[in-house]
C-alpha cells in the first residue's frame, strides 16, 4: 500500500502512518497529516494525540518575514503557544542550536514544530537529543558527536537518552529528513557535517500541506525535488539492496520525476506538489532497512557547508558518481535507464535534451532531466572553487556514505577524481 491508498476522514484530513507498505510492527511512530491547511492540522493534533499544553516553534526566516504562515500557526495554538524562534542557518551549525536550546528550556515547552525546510528539521532532532544528554554548549555538542563521527554499531540503534519533547514537522520541501531518525548537523570549527540519530528522533507528526509550499522558492522546491531523487538510484545502486525497497524505489523514482516535471509547468498544480510529497516520503524507507546511500549524498554532506543549498548538492555529484561507479554496478544502472525511457512523458524529455537510448547512460539520463529543470550542473556553477577541494575531500572521506559507495572512497584522491568530473571547467 503507497502513501496515495488512503481514504480522507470527515473533516478532508488524511490521516496514516508514514511507512504504509510496511507490517505495522516494522513501522516507527511517525503519523503523516495531509488535506487540511497546516495550521488546522497542528491544533488538531496537538489538542489530540499529542496532548501538548507548551508548543514551542522553529520557524524559517524567509515564511516569517515575507508571509503570514507564521501568524497563523501561532494564532491557531492561542495559548498553547509557548515560543518561537526564527531561523537556523543551512546544514544547521552547532551554535545556532544552543541559544536554541535555552531558550526551550526557559520556556517549558514539551511539543517542538518546525515550519520550514530542512536544516531546522535536522535541528529540532538534536536540540530534543541533546537537551537529553547535556549539550548546553558548542563544546558539548562536539563532544556529544564523537561516536556518531564514526557511526558504531551502539551509535546508529541508539546511544544515549532518548529524547522526550515530541516533534512535529511542518515541511515546505522535498529533503525527506522529515521521516528519518537522522538529523545532519555541522561543526561550525572545521565545517564537518555529522549524522546524528536515536530511535527517539523520529517526528511524531509529518504535516503535509502543498499548498503552503507556494511559498518555497522554485529552485529550492526543483533542487531538494532533486535530493529525493538521489535518494532513490543510491538506494537502488547500493551495496545491500532489500527487494521490497528496491520495489519502493522505482515506484517513487517515477512518481517524482514526472511530478516535478508536471509542477516546472505550473507552479500552481498542488496535486503535483502532494505527488512529490508523498513519493519523498515513501523512498526513505531504505534508511529503515539500514540501506546506506553512496558518494552524491556522503560528498553531499561536507558540500554543504561551503554555501551549497540543499539539493543544489546532488544537482552536481549524482550524475558524476554514477558514472564513476558504473565500474561495478553498470548492469543495475541499466535497468534504471530503462524504467526512465519506459515511461513516455520521461523518455520525451531525455530526447529533447539531445539523448538517444542506445548511446546514453544513467547518469547522463539523470542529468538531462535536471537541465529540464534547470538545475546547476557542475562545482563550477555553485561557486565551489579548487580552493575548497581538498578539505572537501578530507572531510567527506569521514562521512558512512562514502566508506558505503559501491566503490568505497577510502583515499583522498578518489574523492578529488569526482570533484573533477564535477568541475565545470
Sequence with gaps: MSSTNFKPGPDGEVFRPSYPDLEPAK????????????????????????????????????????????????????????????????????????????????????????????????????????????????DDLIKISEPFIEM???????????????????????????????AGCTNPRNQMKVQFTHPGMYASLVIQDPDLCRTTPDWVWKSTGVRAIDHCVEFLCGTNPHPEVTQI?????????????????????????????????????????????????????????????????????????????????SDVQKEIAEILWSEEDIATVLKKQGLSKAESDLGDALRAVFNELGMPKSLKDVGVGRDKWNQLAVNSLEDICCKSNPVPLTKKEQVLEILEMCSGE
Design 27 to 138: 513501522r516507527p511512530y511517525t503519523m503523516v497529516s495531509h488535506g487540511l491547511p497546516y495550521e488546522q492540522a497542528c491544533k488538531k493534533h496537538v489538542d489530540g494525540f499529542l496532548n501538548a499544553s507548551r508548543v514551542y516553534i522553529i520557524a524559517s526566516k524567509s515564511l516569517s518575514s515575507q508571509t503570514q504562515c507564521l501568524a497563523k500557526l501561532e494564532a491557531k495554538l492561542g495559548e498553547k503557544h509557548a515560543g518561537t524562534w526564527i531561523g537556523v542557518k543551512s546544514h544547521t551549525p552547532y551554535d545556532d542550536l544552543v541559544e536554541i536550546m535555552h531558550d526551550i528550556k526557559a520556556k517549558k515547552a514539551d511539543c517542538l514544530v518546525t515550519l520550514g525546510g530542512g536544516s531546522l528539521t535536522d535541528g529540532a532532532k538534536l536540540i530534543v537529543y541533546a537537551l537529553e544528554n547535556g549539550g548546553d554548549t558548542v
Design 152 to 182: 558504531t554499531k551502539e551509535a546508529y540503534t541508539g546511544i544515549g537518552k532518548a529524547p522526550r519533547i515530541p516533534l512535529v514537522f511542518i515541511p515546505t520541501t522535498l529533503s525527506g529528513g522529515e521521516y528519518t531518525k537522522f
Design 249 to 329: 524505489a522505482k515506484r517513487s523514482l517515477k512518481r517524482l520525476i514526472r511530478s516535478l516535471l508536471l509542477y516546472a509547468k505550473n507552479h500552481d498544480d498542488l496535486d503535483a506538489r502532494l505527488e512529490s510529497q508523498g513519493a519523498c516520503n515513501d523512498v526513505t524507507v531504505g534508511i529503515l532497512y539500514l540501506m546506506m546511500a553512496g558518494a552524491s549524498h556522503g560528498i553531499g554532506h561536507n558540500l554543504g557547508p561551503l554555501g551549497v543549498g540543499h539539493g543544489h548538492t546532488s544537482c552536481v555529484l549524482l550524475p558524476n558518481v554514477l558514472k564513476y561507479n558504473a565500474r561495478v554496478n
